[in-house]
């Protein structure tokens, strides 16, 4: 009678253990299972607004930062190209206005930037046709892209579309829209963070 009572008992603590065994190990699967779901540090930080130090761009240069995988064009316009923009014959862009270009409702006029900060072009520096990293030309009357029309710009080599110093695309090229302006702000005079809107409205 005893040998039944102990081989019981043997049999309740074997059985309480090997579920104990198997409960642990069910969470063990699931806590990585879990944490497949969450985005991994490099995914986070793909998508994490990107401060950029514009103190040492030189007028008429770009600066190329990465944000969202995107490369993201910075450039500095004189006072020269500022004013050459609004030059440009209506005629030779498709949306003078951006009234379709996919840019914030804080960015405005022809020079497509924040009122009081038009010296700084930001855009996203992929054609809006097939995705091409358009070439900076800012080379004014260059023969091969239009002569005395081109006023300075950005040309898509892959298939041969056009854009001026703001961005907008050419009427009769492949783009079917103006380059994408990304959210941004100013932290600072110097300090520029891409992928955080503005506050201005």
């Not at 994490?48 to 761009?57: F, G, T």
């Not at 379709?100 to 924040?114: C, E, F, L």
């Not at 900060?117 to 070439?135: M, Q, Y």
């Not at 041969?160 to 994408?180: H, I, M, T, Y």
Request: net charge negative; hydrophobic share 40%.
């Amino acid at each position: 009678m005893n040998g039944e009572v102990v081989n019981e008992s043997r049999r309740k603590f074997l059985l309480g253990a090997t579920s104990v065994v198997g409960g642990a190990g069910v969470v063990g699967a699931a806590v990585p299972f879990v944490a497949s779901w969450q985005p991994s540090a490099k995914a986070k930080a793909a998508g994490a607004p990107v401060k950029v130090n514009i103190s040492k761009l030189e007028q008429g240069a770009r600066l190329v930062v990465e944000w969202r995988g995107k490369p993201v064009y910075i450039v500095r316009r004189t006072s020269e190209t500022l004013s050459s923009i609004d030059d440009i014959s209506d005629d030779i862009l498709r949306d003078v206005d951006s009234t379709s270009a996919k840019q914030p409702a804080y960015v405005n006029g022809s020079a497509r930037t924040i009122a009081g900060k038009e010296e700084f072009l930001i855009l996203v520096g992929l054609c809006t046709h097939l995705g091409c990293a358009p070439i900076y030309r800012p080379d004014v009357g260059a023969s091969d892209l239009g002569g005395d029309s081109w006023m300075g710009g950005f040309f898509c080599p892959c298939h041969g579309s056009k854009f001026d110093l703001s961005g907008r695309v050419f009427a009769g090229v492949p783009a079917p829209s103006n380059l994408e302006i990304p959210p941004h702000n100013y932290e600072s005079d110097d300090v520029i963070v891409i992928g955080i809107d503005s506050e201005i409205s």
